[in-house]
């Protein structure tokens, strides 16, 4: 079966440092990957996603930035955090063909300070 | 423009109870519809879908929805909730914009459903 992990669980950092964050999946091959933010428990906002490797489409424009290094690995990265970068970062997985859902991570809980 | 609408902040419900969560949607074409539960800090949980078929569809631990073209909606139900229900619920539609790989979604703003004992 399929799973997909997230890491860090959480994350706290100050102002002005890095961030990467990485997901991974497991026992699936080219999935279409996808980074979303969740601010304040409610909307999801769909940052990046990917469809191969090095293939990022940007949904918004923002301080963040996404890699593909190998096909069931996605990085989200930032070279210096703003405040509002702070939410909840949430990966999913689908099917490249076929089943429609998304398969969701347990996310990565974001507070730059 | 292809939106979904989830109408209702919070639903609150007696153990027991039916339950309903309200969703309607806008998009071009014949709708990929979806429904995700989140429970505190944790990734969305796939529910149910509707790509096709039975107008009602059902879903994981007891959730049912009826998908509705003339009125556009997916409303989630149950017959009877659990206080282990209490969650956050989206409605989901898949972009319909764009063919091929991309498949994305497009979330509701989420319901949060509060079953008392």
């Known amino acids: 079966s399929q799973t997909i992990h997230q890491w860090p669980a959480t994350l706290v950092q100050p102002v002005g440092s890095p961030l990467s964050l990485e997901c991974t999946v497991e026992g699936t091959s080219n999935p279409n990957l996808y980074w979303y933010r969740q601010a304040a428990g409610r909307g999801l906002q769909l940052l990046f996603y990917?469809?191969?490797?090095?293939?990022i489409s940007s949904e918004v424009p923002q301080n963040l930035s996404a890699s593909r290094p190998q096909d069931r690995q996605f990085i989200l990265s930032s070279k210096k955090l703003l405040l509002s970068d702070s939410g909840f970062y949430l990966c999913a997985w689908k099917d490249r063909v076929g089943a429609n859902e998304q398969f969701f991570g347990p996310g990565t809980r974001l507070t730059v300070l | 423009a292809q939106s979904v609408a989830q109408p209702e902040d919070q639903v609150n419900v007696a153990e027991g109870n039916p339950l309903t969560v309200k969703c309607t949607y806008s998009?071009?074409?014949?709708?990929?519809l979806f429904w995700y539960v989140q429970y505190p800090n944790r990734g969305l949980q796939f529910l149910l879908k509707y790509i096709t078929g039975d107008n009602l569809v059902k879903g994981s631990y007891g959730f049912e929805a009826e998908f509705n073209k003339s009125q556009t909606s997916f409303h989630l139900k149950k017959p009877s909730a659990l206080v282990s229900d209490s969650a956050l619920y989206f409605c989901a539609v898949r972009d319909m914009r764009r063919s091929g790989g991309y498949n994305k979604l497009i979330f509701g703003a989420g319901t949060r459903l509060a079953v008392h004992p």
């Open positions: 998009v071009s074409g014949n709708p990929y």
């Open positions: 990917s469809v191969g490797i090095g293939q």
